[in-house]
């Protein structure tokens, strides 16, 4: 059962437009949610992670929005770069537990 | 500062030969490891934590195992390879307790053949 889900699978932007990716989950005790970001054939490095207690979390040019309510987030690039080009990974963790649970990814592409 | 080395790099194998994959984690005393794996196009799967030394948990086992010898490392094994463990393994560690975050390692390409 996959518990993160993540759309869409593939996003393709121009550089300089605004690329929205989306994440939702289904586990309430969920409350901490980091962003990766992953190059082909490297590891995955965090980009930005919000706690359930907020709703918005702003990092340079990335921002999270967070319903928790309807249980969905958003990473939100603005003006995108085409180094910005990777697979992006929502991940879901309670903080009683030490399970993470990755979502689907999507794979971002930037074209010049 | 903190670093994570993984070995090898890559590996091919044969179906049925044991595997023996390392991690270890420089600069950060008894940190929390982890081990994923992540077959290729797809999402990672978490398979095993350990949160000290001697004491690992499993959360998809995938006919693998692990230990952790030491505080600063983790290794990943099986006796017998199977077609489906081709992929992608990763080492994590983060500091535990509240700190939720995790990093993770350059990874080990895996292909059984």
């Known amino acids: 059962q996959q518990q993160v889900r993540q759309s869409p699978q593939s996003l393709t932007v121009w550089e300089g437009e605004t690329a929205i990716l989306n994440c939702s989950y289904e586990?309430?005790?969920?409350?901490?949610f980091p962003w990766y970001q992953q190059f082909p054939g490297e590891g995955p490095a965090l980009l930005i992670s919000?706690?359930?207690?907020?709703d918005k979390k702003e990092d340079g040019r990335f921002t999270i929005f967070f319903n928790k309510r309807e249980k969905k987030l958003s990473l939100h690039i603005t003006d995108s770069q085409p180094g910005d080009s990777a697979t992006y990974f929502c991940?879901?963790?309670?903080?009683?537990?030490?399970?993470?649970?990755f979502g689907t990814g999507t794979r971002l592409q930037v074209l010049p | 500062a903190q670093t994570i080395h993984q070995w090898p790099v890559a590996e091919i194998k044969a179906v049925g030969s044991p595997l023996s994959l390392g991690c270890t984690i420089k600069?950060?005393?008894?940190?929390?490891l982890y081990w994923y794996w992540q077959a290729t196009g797809g999402t990672l799967q978490q398979l095993f934590y350990?949160?000290?030394?001697?004491?690992v948990e499993s959360v998809v086992q995938l006919n693998l195992s692990a230990s952790r010898p030491k505080d600063d490392q983790f290794i990943l094994s099986t006796e017998k390879l199977l077609l489906s463990h081709s992929g992608f393994y990763l080492c994590?560690?983060?500091?535990?307790?509240?700190?939720?975050?995790?990093?993770f390692g350059p990874g080990t390409r895996l292909l059984v053949l």
């Open positions: 994590a560690w983060s500091l535990g307790g509240r700190q939720d975050t995790q990093y």
């Open positions: 586990d309430s005790t969920f409350n901490y």
């Open positions: 919000i706690r359930s207690v907020s």
């Open positions: 991940a879901a963790k309670s903080s009683n537990t030490n399970k993470v649970v």
């Open positions: 600069g950060k005393s008894s940190p929390n």
């Open positions: 350990s949160i000290t030394v001697g004491q």
